[in-house]
């Protein structure tokens, strides 16, 4: 329906809009781009869905996510996965980890001030429709 388009359409915008901020942030430069799987050759072992912000962008292009919430479980794997993958006590893992609790903050305090419930109330019912 054309209606549900508009609805997509206005979810896809937001969604950009989100992503991009998020990729503006030099807090966030390391989660930006996919790990590097030449540089860390285990990663794929350890972590069994990687998920990176230019990935989230291009999963919206695609017309992957057709509510916020699919939008905030992808994006979630980006936090979880480093708190996973860099577990240790030394100064690196916790500069990263301190960034992902960062991330994860940042995501929820997005949506819980900017998304309006009645419209993500709209995109839960077009994906029941589907
Ligand atoms: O988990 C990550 C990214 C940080 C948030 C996502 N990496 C795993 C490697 C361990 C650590 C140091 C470098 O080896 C660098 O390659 C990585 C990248 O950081």
Redesign the pocket.
Known sequence: EEQEEDVLRELRLFLRNVTERLSLDRRFK??TKP??IE??PD?MLVIRKPMDLSTLLTNIDEQKYVTVGEFVSDADLIWQ??LE??PDSDP?DRH?RHR?CALKDTVRAIIRDELDEDFERVCEEVKESR
């Open positions: 390391a989660f790990v590097d540089e860390v990663y996965n480093a993958y860099n690196m990263i992902a």
